[in-house]
């Protein structure tokens, strides 16, 4: 085994770390092993440090430590640790939504005068949805109607659910989560309640404390919701398209700008204004601009505008080890500061561009959104003048890039589901599951983590799947996983994909009249995006005729990391979803809190959370998972 395999399984990454180690960096995967090792009492979640006292750590068999120094158990801790991860998630992915539903009201209004409607169609639809009269009215006044629907979700004053939650579940998680009183009113008012309700010496009760916190994850799906709705609002919602990802992407002729981050208000503005100023490239000897993406904001540019994959979370610093990055533009979230330092030893530029999210040291463009152009405009403009900087003894950019099919808005599935059955789309994929053609959907998501090897459990997960016959979705950087290794094409369905799944995806190419065939993976967009995920899994449970629980539908983070996954997990499980993490979470401090999570959210939501770090194992759990469902139904005997 090559000294670098156990930290990734992508030969790229394996290529710059060979780099890194040459010129002497410290990357993310040599910071994950000098942490070892772990402390215990944090990695199990009984290690206290709400209160200036602490921290207090549990010992269990050692009177007096047994419990923190105002009595707190071990259960109380490790749910108050948890549930504040959830509330972490949920703060950071509506706030992007708010972000996005405040542009939609000023666009409205007349002023963002750089943003236009764009999916006049979808804003009526999401109009319709939520209750708003369409008939007769201008699109900017719909539109503004929506936008502030969108932005009283955040702060309702009475106790009337959060309009996205109420106007997208089905009647049986309605009534769930109103029967155990976990359903949103304000997004913002259950977070601040949970952070109140685990300040020192409020709430004690590791269930009570739960189930607030599950009432802060609905509030996260629906910030997630409005977030992917009014995106496709303003930006257009994806269709089906080819790009291509992994380091290779980078081009040695041309200005290389990388948008890392989650906001699509910079990024789409970046690849709208870098079209008009490839003139501008030429005439510092470059051939054009080259745009590519890490995380979600690189999701969310790939899934509209077709623009490549850098690379994802873990790999990040990576993509300028090549020497080929001229500006790395950052937004919001998953960005590692240690890439201004790296930055120090290339000619890279780091560019934060948001006023909550700065680097010491790095250029800070802040993105103004009534001059969106002109912001966009002076950073490509900077990265053009960094170009002249490169040093060509520096430049190793390893040659490895795939294809990628992507663009799978929920839209999009649909729209190929309905040319074999144009009246119910949707049965087309039930009917399948029913007839034992194929197991069911999983959904791969969430980040990278290195306690365990750089994308290994993506893709080892996601072949056992496709192997057994399951209809796989894929957002975050579980699809950017994909993409830089090439399961998102249809070659890749020929060599991973059972009979059954080879199947189901040719009957669909044989009608879904594209100019490429489609991949073993539907990739469906960024973080926020899972809500595109759960409306395909609510519109399948619709047509069922059975609630969510029943589907067979399973939820993989193979290599989870951030708050935000633990907060799209725990809406899962809320929604009746087995939910499968790649790691063992901060919670076996508490057999109480365990037990939980991982089998009592079960009786009552129908979903729980499976861990298991093993890939090969992990997939026998889903796909066990899914044979429960499929019994159950009685599809299969
Ligand atoms: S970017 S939250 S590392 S998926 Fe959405 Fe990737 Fe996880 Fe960030």
Redesign the pocket.
Known sequence: MSEFEKSTVDPAAREMLGKAKKIGYLTTFERAKAQEPRCAFGNTGICCRICMQGPCRIIPKKPGANKGICGAADYTIVARNTVRLIAGGAAAHSDHGRHIATTVLHVAEGHAKDYKINDTAKLMKVAQRIGIATEGKPVNEVAKEVASAALLDFGRLDSSPCTWLETTLTEGRRKKFKDTTIMTSSINGSIAELLHQTHMGVDSDPVNIIFNGLKVALGDLDGEYLATDLSDVLFGTPTPTVSEANLGVLDPEMVNICVHG?NPLLSQMVVDVARQMQDEAKAVGAKGIKLSGI??TGNEVLMRAGVAIAT??ATQELAIMTGLVDAVVVDV??IMPSLRSLAECFHTKIITTMPISKIPGAYHYEFDEEHAAESAKAIIRLAIDTYKLRDAKKIERPDLKNKVIAGFSLEAILDIFSKINPDRPISVLTDAIKAGEIKGVALF????NLKGTHNENHLEIAKQMAANDVFMIAT???GQAYAMNGLLTPEAVEAYAGPGLKAFIGRLNAKADLTTGLPLIFHMG??VDNSRTVALLTMMANEMGVDTPQVPFVASAPEP??E??VAIGSWFVAMGIPVHIGVIAPVTGSDLVHGVVTQIAKDVFGGHFIMETDHQKAGEKLLAALNERNWKLRIHN
Request: aromatic share 4%.
């Open positions: 989650h995380c979600c994802n979370f979230q998953c998501a969430g980040c990278n975050g950087c579980a960024s973080c990391m951030s935000k996954a």
